[in-house]
């Protein structure tokens, strides 16, 4: 019983330390790619906007993008939490 409680333990601990490191701690430049993509999906990109909020946590990563009329959150996170392909969602006024 002792030994599963340590193997659940170090499995706990490596899977913590993966969700930092993807989320928190990697290169953060083609989740923004495809956030800025999601948002496009929302407003015309054409127009003036930019990041005005960006928000790193184990589970995933959200950021607003701001245009003169409107802003459009969005929410990107792995399919699976610790694997998958990572999708970012638009949510805001057309």
Not at 5 to 13: E, K, N, Q, S
Not at 27 to 48: F, G, M, N, R, S
């Amino acid at each position: 019983m002792k030994k599963a409680r340590t193997v659940f333990a170090l499995l706990l601990v490596l899977v913590s330390g993966w969700l930092a490191y993807d989320n928190v701690l990697s290169d953060e430049a083609p989740i923004l790619t495809l956030a800025e993509q999601a948002a496009c999906t929302v407003k015309k990109c054409e127009e003036k906007h930019g990041m005005t909020r960006l928000s790193r946590h184990p589970f995933g990563q959200s950021m607003d993008y701001t245009w003169r009329d409107g802003v459009v959150s969005v929410g990107c996170r792995r399919a699976f939490i610790v694997a998958g392909e990572r999708r970012c969602v638009a949510e805001g006024t057309p």
